[in-house]
């Protein structure tokens, strides 16, 4: 038996005019997952629990059966550990964006948030502003001052570790920001000069980069801040494979999603290519989880894709995000399963609404849809939100796992 988890990032959202009516989920062309659905389980979960702060950290812990009220200490833990690091005890871990801010001749505090992902920056260029950022002496005065140093990343995300201090501070995701302007948002708390010096000296370095200036004449934003957000002390999770009996690769683009996974013991390898934007390397990801199904009996497969395009307002590109969720990972998948010549179950859903609206994330419990290779278990409806409406609430995401697993 084999048993696989999808997660479709940002997929749910709410009904929209433009599709008269409808959601982003059931106006996407998706023939063959609501072909699993009309023969499947399909429900809601709450995958934030109450009062729990909406976002992938919180509702993929809660997908891979992890309680966040329990365990949850900050999003930035989760990707250090995603990108191989090992915090002391002491450290303080940040999330940190280049970010795309407006300029307008103002002071920083005046500036408004424009992409949180500094334009979708990855590769060599977002891997240069950083490095450069360092080296120059001014900024390099601030880092050795405070005690902080970072770990570059391929793209927009990066992590900041803080050798002592506190994480009692409150800091804004800027996702949750975007067309809004940043001095409402700035950092409170413990340490917000430190941090407010080191985002204010990074405006003013980033801003003059050849890069940049390049962006600018390419009609592109600049990536010209930084943004720190997320932060939290290490966190320890239970081993997966002990809590069910069940093991395999967690295949993802994100640092977030490989630390949970690392954390509970899981292995994410590298796919080259997998970017975590719409541009995906879809094949690859696919590949390497059927590698791991040839092996093992369970595998995760991650798409970052739709909650990229939510952020970014893109209705459009959203829909064409889960169609290609449907066209290019579902389609190879299946065909893949089928040479295994094993039964299998497919947990597939959203970990939370990402609203083309807002920009921002949303609670809401989310469709989900699980599909037995050996029954038919459906109503005969399509995958989406009204459909799951109908098959009552998992008001608990912890029991998905337990769900997939038959246990």
């Known amino acids: 038996m084999k048993y696989i988890l999808i997660i479709g990032d940002g997929m749910a959202d709410l009904p929209q005019a433009a599709l008269g009516g409808r ?28 009062g729990v702060p909406p976002g992938s950290d919180t509702a993929i812990l809660s997908i891979f059966g992890f309680d966040p009220r329990k365990v949850y200490t900050g999003r930035s833990p989760l990707e250090a550990a995603g990108s191989g690091l090992s915090l002391k005890d002491g450290n303080i871990s940040f999330r940190c964006n280049l970010c795309a801010l407006s300029e307008n001749g103002g002071v920083y505090e005046a500036q408004t948030m424009l992409s949180h992902s500094g334009g979708a920056i990855e590769g060599a260029q977002a891997q240069t502003l950083m490095q450069d950022l360092i080296a120059d002496a ?43 302007g940043i001095q409402s948002h700035l950092p409170k708390g413990c340490g917000e000069e430190m941090l407010l ?19 600018r ?31 395999g690769d967690v295949i993802t683009a994100v640092p977030l999603v490989k630390g949970i996974a690392r954390l509970a013991g899981l292995p994410a390898p590298e796919v080259p290519g997998a970017t975590g934007e719409l541009d995906t390397n879809y094949e690859g990801k696919v590949e390497a989880a059927l590698r791991s199904l040839e092996e093992n009996d369970f ?26 969720i449907d066209r290019r990972v579902f389609a190879p998948l299946l065909i893949g399963l089928d040479r295994l010549k094993q039964p299998y179950r497919i947990l597939f859903l959203s970990d939370h609404y990402t609203l083309l609206a807002s920009g921002g994330h949303d609670g809401t419990p989310v469709p989900f849809l699980l599909y037995d290779s050996r029954a038919d278990l459906g109503r005969g409806l399509p995958y989406g939100e009204p459909s799951a409406e109908l098959g009552g609430l998992m008001d608990d995401a912890t029991n998905l796992m337990p769900l997939l697993f038959e246990q």
């Open 299 to 324: 595998t995760a497969l991650h798409v970052e894709a739709p909650d990229e395009m939510s952020h970014a307002g893109d209705l459009q590109k959203k829909l064409e995000s889960i169609a290609l």
């Open 217 to 247: 004449q390419g009609g592109k934003p600049a990536a010209n801040s930084l943004w720190f957000w997320g932060q939290g002390r290490a966190v320890r999770l239970s081993d997966f494979r002990q809590k069910y009996g069940h093991f």
């Open 23 to 50: 959601t982003p989920l059931e106006a996407a062309e998706k023939p063959l997952i609501d072909t699993l659905a009309a023969r499947g389980m399909v429900g809601k979960a709450r995958t934030v629990p109450l």
């Open 138 to 180: 001014g900024f390099a005065a601030l880092l050795k001052r405070y005690g902080l140093w970072f770990h570059i990343n391929p793209s927009y995300r990066h992590i900041a570790v803080l050798e002592q201090g506190s994480d009692q501070v409150a800091l804004a995701p800027p996702h949750e920001i975007l067309g809004q």
């Open 197 to 215: 010096d080191l985002m204010r000296a990074s405006y003013e370095i980033l801003g003059r980069h050849p890069i940049n200036e390049a962006r």
